[in-house]
């Protein structure tokens, strides 16, 4: 709750020694909170303004608010103008909650004036002439227009105030005893919304991970309800087996006698006509094959993302509880399990430059796993693309892309002398055409090579390379294998 008009009148009373104090230095914590460090006739004094919303308040400060990640435009106006200014006068308007602060600067007077009003407080120095020269935030006022360059306007008097209860005791071994209650009243409320704030920052993309792990986990219970249909395959690749001189080419069915213990059946089998019976009996072998060597890594994967999804609920229990210092031991917990909350990337000052730092110091790829857990990296654009394959891929990684189609590079971590199993390349394989221009076609062509053979002319366009020593795949596209991939990536880290 902010300070009442009488709380604020009894603030200013107690700030008058600092009238002729200087102002040493102005920093802006907030968008709407500021503090002024002063020094006069008894010293240093640290002056707080905040029109923040529910922190509204005015005190002398014995400890500093933290540091924002980037400077307020705000704060480089102030301090032009008001560093090496002298405090003239402290007023607060009469029965309402605004403030004012009088000073003289070289280049004449100024006044900051703090409307300390709750959810609709801002902060605004004014020339000599009442002309708003700056504010902190925009205008939130529908009846007045509290903009640059303007007239100042007070707000209207408000009626007649409620009596209001005292709510602060004095410390009298504090130099400005009020004050110091003040401040100790609004830092357990400052902290309280620092551990909201960070609690919310954790528990959204850790949600958002248990809710990944669980869309994994259905997918991963699809593909092991594959495997009794891969016997069917093997019992029809048997069948053509053992009639194969039955099945005429160009056949799209053909009817095959199969013996069991209630005697024989008939049983028709769908063929393709544009495959010999030799490679209409490997294809179905080969499909079983496929599903049946996948079936023990399906289980462990399966176990290991149901062991992550009840890490990540033990997780989000104890972020709903933790006080504030335990907050960054769980977020590196969080980061481990692949549910951090994305990273900002601190702004300096310096504009573009920084700017295109920032930009070089993100990660270039999106991360994913395959069914058997190995790391799939997927390039963001064309020049995310270029720093995957030329600064990250190492060279004995499987780098793919769609064959002659503008997408994504799509690098597999390898360790040396190891190559991709099965999965692992049709997972990577599916990731390519995905992030193609080839996404949703039933069939694409995929281009496979280790990265040491991926070069880049010179000259040539973001994204654009050569490579030698490929193979190609033509896939056949699963779309229930590229939704459990896009259901477990994973969270990006710098």
């Known amino acids: ?46 002056l707080l303004l905040s029109a923040e919303p529910d922190v509204t308040r005015l005190h002398v400060a014995r400890t500093r608010p933290p540091r924002p990640p980037e400077p307020f435009p705000f704060q480089a106006v102030l301090r032009r103008e008001l560093e090496g200014a002298r405090v003239v006068a402290i007023e607060s308007l009469p029965g309402d909650r605004v403030v004012a602060l009088a000073l003289a600067a070289s280049h004449g007077p100024l006044r900051l004036v703090g409307e300390l009003t709750g959810r609709h407080g801002n902060l605004f120095l004014l020339g000599g002439d009442g002309i708003i020269r ?40 504090a130099p400005f005893p009020l004050s110091a209650a003040i401040e100790a009243h609004y830092a357990a409320l400052e902290e309280e919304r620092r551990v909201a704030e960070g609690r919310r920052r954790l528990r959204e993309p850790v949600r958002a991970g248990v809710a990944r792990a669980a869309r994994a986990l259905e997918k991963l219970f699809d593909e092991a309800a594959r495997v009794p249909a891969a016997e069917a395959d093997r019992r029809v690749a048997d069948l053509l087996k053992a009639n194969l001189r039955a099945v005429k080419r160009g056949a799209r069915e053909v009817t095959l006698t199969e013996w069991t213990e209630e005697g ?37 994967r399966t176990a290991e993302v149901r062991d992550r999804e009840a890490a990540l609920r033990a997780l989000l229990a104890e972020i709903d509880a933790a006080p504030l210092e335990e907050l960054p031991r769980l977020e590196r917990e969080a980061r481990r399990l692949g549910a951090g909350p994305r990273l900002q990337p601190q702004p300096r000052p310096g504009g573009l430059a920084d700017r295109a730092r920032a930009r070089e110091e993100a990660l270039p790829y999106r991360s994913f796993r395959s069914a058997t857990g190995a790391a799939i990296l997927v390039g963001r654009g064309a020049a995310e693309n270029d720093r995957l394959t030329l600064r990250v891929a190492r060279g004995n990684d499987l780098w793919l892309h769609a064959r002659g189609i503008p997408g994504a590079h799509v690098v597999v971590r390898l360790e040396k002398g190891q190559g991709p199993d099965q999965d692992t390349l049709l997972d990577a394989a599916h990731l390519a055409v995905h992030f193609s221009d080839a996404r949703g076609a039933p069939q694409a062509d995929v281009a496979y090579t280790r990265a040491k053979y991926v070069r880049k002319p010179k000259g040539v366009a973001p994204g654009a390379v050569t490579y030698s020593q490929e193979k190609v795949l033509l896939l056949r596209t699963e779309p229930g294998r590229i939704e459990r991939l896009l259901a477990e990536e994973e969270a990006a880290e710098a």
């Open 134 to 173: 700056a504010s902190a935030g925009r205008n939130l006022s529908q009846r007045r227009r509290l903009v640059a360059g303007e007239p100042y306007v007070a707000p209207a008097p408000p009626p007649s105030p409620r009596p209001e209860r005292p709510r602060f005791t004095p410390d009298p071994s």
């Open 264 to 300: 024989p059946r008939e049983v028709r089998v769908a063929i393709d006509p544009a495959l010999t019976p030799q490679a209409n009996m490997e294809r179905f072998y080969r499909r079983y094959r496929r599903i049946a060597d996948s079936a023990a890594r399906v289980v462990a």
């Open 1 to 46: 709750m902010s300070l009442g008009a009488g709380e604020i009148e009894a603030v200013v009373r107690e700030l008058a020694p600092l009238t002729g104090a200087r102002v040493e230095a102005v920093r802006v914590h907030a968008e709407r909170a500021l503090t002024l460090e002063l020094f006069g006739r008894g010293g240093p004094a640290l």
